[in-house]
């Protein structure tokens, strides 16, 4: 059986969903996985970017970064995403990605890719589980599976034991407060995992 191929998709403005698809990407590379770190589109105009250094920053940081398209989604056998949340929402970014994708939807070409979620907020109670509850939403319609990690390793409880995906609460100054790299590379395991199993299944 080929290795499982997997694509990382996330928005980031201020650095953070970045980092943690550079973590899942590390764990999936362990697991055996071929990897694809892609971010979505910006949609912001640059004349607003432009006046928050933060946000500049991680522009700058990623700009080598490929931007993912309905291609990259084909390609995968599982997806993970990463991304902020807006007012217990996923960014605009991301929902503009995922809306665009009605070709693949139309053709089930998004049927039983197996997809997992991560995500980030300035405090703990943020909006960060109806963050991840609005991105699987849209996967059930995909006919997608859900690989939540659950309680499946203890990493989850250390890292605020988020069931639906691992999630960060990140400070005024843009730092992580939780310590959650073991959380996300235990998510891109297990991600990688159930793909094997649903890969193996459906050859």
């Known amino acids: ?3 499982v191929k997997l694509a990382v998709i996330f ?3 201020g650095g953070t969903n970045y980092q943690l698809a550079q973590w899942a990407e590390e764990g999936a590379k362990e697991a055996g996985a071929e990897v694809r770190v892609l971010k979505v589109q910006e949609l912001a105009p640059e004349s607003t970017i432009e ?7 991680t522009v700058e940081a990623t700009k080598d970064v490929p931007i993912a398209t309905g291609d990259d989604i084909e390609w995968a056998d599982a997806i993970i995403f990463s991304v902020p949340t807006r007012f217990g929402n996923m960014p605009s970014q991301m929902k503009q990605f995922l809306d665009i994708q009605g070709g693949l939807w139309a053709t089930g070409k998004t ?6 979620a991560m995500t980030s907020a300035q405090n703990p109670h943020g909006g960060q589980e109806a963050t991840l509850l609005s991105l699987y939403t849209s996967m059930m319609h995909w006919g997608a599976i859900i690989a939540a ?3 499946t390793d203890p990493v989850t409880f250390g890292a605020g034991g988020n069931p639906y995906g691992t999630s960060v ?13 073991a959380a996300v590379k235990h998510q891109a395991k297990r991600t990688v995992t159930v793909a094997e199993w649903v890969k193996r299944g459906n050859q």
Do not use: H, I, L
């Open 1 to 3: 059986m080929t290795n």
């Open 11 to 13: 928005y980031s403005m």
């Open 51 to 57: 006046r928050n250094e933060a946000w500049k920053a």
């Open 111 to 116: 049927v039983n890719k197996v997809v997992s």
């Open 149 to 151: 990690p659950g309680y």
């Open 169 to 181: 609460t990140v400070s005024q100054d843009g730092k992580m407060v939780d310590d959650v790299q």
